[in-house]
C-alpha cells in the first residue's frame, strides 16, 4: 500500500477521498494545517471532526499548528479579493508548503490536498500550489486528482449524512464569510 501525505480541510471534503484512496491501494496519512480559519472555535470544530474521522478508520492524523497572524501576514493586502482570486492562491501556496515540508520531514514520496474537492475553490490554483510547493523537494510529488469527479461528490453529500459530520458553509478565512441575506430580500432580488 502506498503511503501518501493528505492535507485536510475538513471532514466532509476528507471522507470520500479517504475512502477513494483506501479503495486505491493508498494509505492516507492526514495533515490537518489550516491557519486561515477563523475565528478559532470554527478552526477547533473541524479539526475535531477530522480527529474523530481518523480515529474511526484508525489513520494517523497530524496536527499542524494554529497560527492566524502568520496567515494574515501572508495575504496582507489581498483581503478584498474576491474567492478564487489572488488571496486564495497565497493561501494555498501557504498550507501546500507545510505540506510540503510534513511529507519531505516525514519520509512520505506523495502528498494531496482534500482542498481539490471543493467546487468553491480553483482548481488551477490548487494543482499550482501543490506542484509548486512539491518542486522544493527532488523526492516528493504532489498527486494532482481531480477529486469533483467519479462521483466522489456524491460520495462526500453521502458520508457527510452517515457520519455526522459539521458542515461549514464558508472556506474558512473571515473574508469569505457571505453576509446573511434576510429571507424577503432574497424574494424580492428574484423579482
Not at 494509505?27 to 491557519?35: A, G, W
Request: proline share 5%; net charge neutral; hydrophobic share 40%.
Amino acid at each position: 500500500m502506498e503511503k501518501i501525505l493528505l492535507h485536510t480541510c475538513c471532514a466532509p471534503c476528507s471522507a470520500a477521498i479517504i475512502e477513494w484512496m483506501l479503495q486505491h491501494d493508498m494509505r492516507p496519512t492526514l495533515f490537518y494545517f489550516n491557519p486561515n480559519i477563523y475565528p478559532r472555535e470554527e478552526y477547533e470544530i473541524r479539526k475535531s471532526e477530522c480527529v474523530r474521522y481518523a480515529v474511526k478508520l484508525g489513520l494517523d492524523i497530524l496536527d499542524g499548528d494554529y497560527d492566524h497572524a502568520v496567515w494574515l501576514s501572508a495575504v496582507a493586502g489581498l483581503e478584498a479579493e474576491p474567492e478564487r482570486g489572488s488571496r486564495c492562491l497565497q493561501c494555498f501556496k501557504l498550507r501546500m508548503s507545510a505540506t510540503a515540508e510534513v511529507a519531505h520531514g516525514n519520509g512520505f514520496t506523495l502528498f494531496a490536498t482534500t482542498l481539490a474537492s471543493s467546487r468553491w475553490k480553483s482548481l488551477p490554483q490548487i494543482t499550482e500550489a501543490g506542484h509548486w510547493a512539491a518542486a522544493r523537494f527532488p523526492d516528493l510529488r504532489f498527486y494532482d486528482k481531480n477529486w469533483r469527479k467519479d462521483g466522489l461528490q456524491q460520495r462526500r453529500n453521502e458520508l457527510l449524512a452517515l457520519n455526522g459530520f459539521y458542515n461549514q458553509q464558508y472556506c474558512g478565512c473571515e473574508f469569505s464569510i457571505r453576509p446573511k441575506v434576510a429571507p424577503q430580500e432574497s424574494a424580492s432580488q428574484l423579482k
